[in-house]
């Protein structure tokens, strides 16, 4: 079955670009969209990117995604880090019916 | 405007059973799935089940097939998740979100706590 992994921590200071993968395994990132959450603190989740590179309305520029197949996996890059992206963020796909896969969620601290 | 409201904070003790709610509002509350999400303490997102109001239809996760149960109340614009007996692994925040493209409204959470 698929599953979806990022790594526990990332960090970046102000300015500088934050880079969060996901990467797939049991089955092909591209065979279905990729989407990204962020939460802060004591928040529920909102989404930042749907359909691999998507943003809804409201998110910024600097929130973009993308998607490497020769690594089969996801990217959310985040470029002029502010403090208020400091967040969890959780990447999330699905078997393309119902069924929702999510990664482990990474932690971003802006230094 | 759009939004999920969910039943307020539960303490219970391991093997009580419980019910925790979702309403939703200001939108066709029967023609979107509702997906229910753990998220246990300083840990990530799982996906529990989705159900969708208009007839009941019900997805779950193999992890959580017969530790739940999900319902809809289309009369009421209301989901449910149900305990017949809890642990206290499942001490969480519970969240219900609606999924269109994405899981674009969210519930505030409700908290579980558990103790034995």
């Known amino acids: 079955n698929f599953t979806l992994s990022q790594p526990p921590s990332v960090s970046g200071s102000p300015g500088e670009t934050a880079t969060i993968s996901c990467t797939g395994t049991?089955?092909?990132?591209?065979?279905?969209?990729v989407l990204w959450y962020q939460q802060r603190p004591g928040s529920a989740p909102s989404n930042v990117i749907y359909?691999?590179?998507?943003?809804p309305s409201g998110v910024p520029a600097r929130f973009s995604g993308s998607i490497d197949s020769s690594s089969n996996s996801a990217s959310l890059t985040i470029s002029g880090l502010r403090a208020e992206d400091e967040a969890d963020y959780h990447c999330?796909?699905?078997?393309?019916?119902?069924?929702?896969?999510f990664g482990g969620g990474t932690k971003l601290t802006v230094l | 405007e759009v939004r999920l409201v969910q039943s307020g904070p539960e303490v219970r003790k391991a093997g009580d059973s419980l019910k925790i709610s979702c309403k939703g509002g200001?939108?066709?509350?029967?023609?979107?799935?509702i997906a229910w999400v753990r998220q246990m303490p300083g840990k990530g997102l799982e996906w529990m089940g989705s159900?969708?109001?208009?007839?009941?239809?019900?997805r779950m996760s193999p992890a959580f097939q017969g530790q739940v149960s999900l319902s809809a109340d289309m009369i009421r614009s209301t989901v449910y998740v149900e305990w017949a007996g809890l642990n206290v692994a499942d001490s969480a925040i519970y969240y219900c979100?609606?999924?269109?493209?994405?899981?674009?409204?969210w519930g505030q959470g409700t908290s579980v706590t558990v103790s034995s």
């Open positions: 979100a609606r999924r269109n493209r994405e899981l674009d409204v």
């Open positions: 200001g939108y066709s509350f029967a023609t979107y799935w």
């Open positions: 159900v969708y109001p208009a007839d009941s239809d019900i």
């Open positions: 049991g089955g092909d990132i591209v065979n279905n969209f």
């Open positions: 359909g691999d590179n998507r943003r």
């Open positions: 999330q796909s699905s078997d393309g019916s119902q069924t929702l896969i």
